[in-house]
């Protein structure tokens, strides 16, 4: 009798074990090199990167489309998309603005900005069957001995998904964030 207990716990076990799910894969976002530029700020403080609550999951959101969100269900990012964000703008916009010290606002350290930005993540996501189009609300405000003022307008970024997996769709938004820095470091940099 306890041997068959025994082995029926086991038996139990065995198909608890067979069923579970797969590990997530996860992914990063990361840093695309871009033209430096000369002159701008001598410090640029980067606000955490505010996101469409609808990208706001662990699991990576390809496409909201036709009322609907494609969402991976065992792909993830490998941290919140929003800190992933910023740390990466923060990384894209210190290449390309080599005379800046730039760094993330809360972040553990800091300085009196020359320059400050923000970006409100409206889309991430594809838009056809092998596009991206990254959409955001840029401000970058300026508080420096040459020039005082606000920037503000919407950037919206598409560019080619080269493959169907979502190694492939990694990278198309890497080289959108690196394009949206692009956009950030000339409107700090003039």
Partial sequence: MILRRRGAV??????????RSREPV???VL???????RGGPRTVAVREVSLARYLDRLQIVRSSQEYRL????????????ETMLTRVLVENLAQRLP???????GGAISA??????????????????ATLTLT?????SLRNARRRGETARTESITVPIEGTDTRAFVAAASTALGRLADAIAGAAAT
């Fill in 26 to 28: 996860l992914y990063a």
């Fill in 99 to 105: 005379g800046a010290s730039v760094v993330p606002i």
């Fill in 31 to 37: 840093p695309v090199a871009g033209e430096p530029r």
């Fill in 10 to 19: 086991l038996g139990a076990l065995s198909l608890l074990g067979a069923c």
């Fill in 136 to 140: 955001a609300q840029v401000a970058v």
């Fill in 70 to 81: 494609d969402v991976s269900g065992n792909d993830w990012w490998g941290e919140p998309l």
């Fill in 112 to 129: 009196p900005a020359e320059a400050t930005v923000e970006a409100n993540l409206q889309r991430l996501g594809m838009t056809g069957p």
